[in-house]
């Protein structure tokens, strides 16, 4: 059967679905028609119901029904995650009192900061603008993923907050939940259990062939240097990728239980594969 599978144009998700999207592994079960869109659209689209398998944030599951979160392929940090960045330095409290670019309001970068700081006044923005709104003083901090974690001092930007650690610290060193895949329960538990292991086989031969399934990453690159491309793949394709396990599991279920209780999400119950 035809099913459409989105994904982030993200080295890392590139790098996860390489084999899947270049033939491979194949399945005898699935034929996949691939829609690249940007995380918080994506999570937007799943809203609506509108891809049979999709990557979201781990937050946006909050607000999703008739998804199945699949075991394979989410973005777990270990001890690092998303990172609040400023011209200069700032206290939390003053942090609290600015305005911050954020890049989605269902990203769980988004969830995490206001379960550090509270409530605050946020600025949606793509987040590869985010440092330059930053050093433009068009907002007073940004909240930043994906590689600008990593490249967001080219912008002479200070690291003020770092989500990874405080999640770390205050979960008793749980892995940081931030990307996951979801598929649509109306394929049911046998079939969603092949696509899974479909999704797993991919993203292990990415693992076993690092330099083709880089190749292929790389289109998605945004002119950053394959070095730096391959250090934020490393970050976030690692064990707990392949398989999330039952530490997988307790941070999602972690992240929607302090949400539920700080009054930031509704309280649902997730359906895992």
């Known amino acids: 059967m035809e099913i459409t599978v989105g994904h982030t144009p993200d080295?890392?998700?590139?790098?996860?679905f390489y084999a899947m999207l270049t033939g491979k592994v194949t399945s005898p079960h699935f034929q996949v028609r691939h829609v690249v869109e940007d995380i918080e659209t994506l999570n937007k689209r799943a809203i609506k119901h509108e891809l049979d398998v999709t990557a979201v944030s781990a937050h946006a599951c909050a607000y999703i029904?008739?998804?199945?979160?699949?075991?394979?392929?989410?973005?777990?940090?270990?001890?690092?995650?998303?990172?609040?960045?400023?011209?200069?330095?700032?206290?939390?409290?003053?942090?609290?009192?600015?305005?911050?670019?954020?890049?989605?309001?269902?990203?769980?970068?988004?969830?995490?900061?206001?379960?550090?700081?509270?409530?605050f006044e946020a600025v949606e923005m793509r987040f590869s603008d985010i440092p330059d709104a930053v050093s433009r003083g068009e907002v007073d901090a940004g909240l930043v993923i994906h590689e600008t974690q990593i490249t967001y001092a080219q912008n002479s930007l200070t690291k003020i907050l770092d989500a990874g650690e405080w999640w770390r610290n205050s979960t008793?060193?749980?892995?940081?939940p931030l990307g996951i895949n979801v598929m649509s329960s109306k394929f049911g538990p046998e079939m969603?259990?092949?696509?899974?292991?479909?999704?797993?086989?991919?993203?292990?031969?990415?693992?076993?062939?690092?330099?083709?399934?880089l190749d292929y990453a790389m289109q998605y690159s945004r002119g950053?240097?394959?070095?730096?491309?391959?250090?934020?793949?490393?970050?976030?394709?690692?064990?707990?990728?392949?398989?999330?396990?039952?530490?997988?599991?307790?941070?999602?279920?972690?992240?929607?239980?302090?949400?539920?209780?700080?009054?930031l999400i509704p309280d649902f119950e997730p359906s895992f594969a």
């Open 192 to 213: 969603i259990k092949k696509f899974d292991e479909f999704f797993r086989e991919s993203i292990m031969h990415g693992m076993a062939h690092v330099g083709d399934a």
């Open 224 to 263: 950053q240097p394959r070095d730096l491309i391959e250090r934020f793949v490393r970050m976030y394709v690692n064990d707990i990728t392949i398989e999330m396990g039952l530490l997988g599991e307790q941070a999602i279920r972690t992240l929607f239980r302090l949400g539920l209780e700080k009054g």
């Open 65 to 119: 029904n008739d998804y199945t979160i699949l075991r394979s392929g989410g973005s777990f940090g270990k001890g690092y995650g998303p990172i609040v960045i400023a011209r200069e330095p700032m206290t939390a409290e003053r942090l609290t009192h600015s305005r911050i670019a954020i890049p989605g309001r269902m990203t769980s970068a988004f969830l995490m900061l206001q379960l550090m700081i509270g409530r």
């Open 11 to 16: 080295s890392d998700d590139a790098f996860m």
């Open 172 to 176: 008793g060193g749980l892995p940081v």
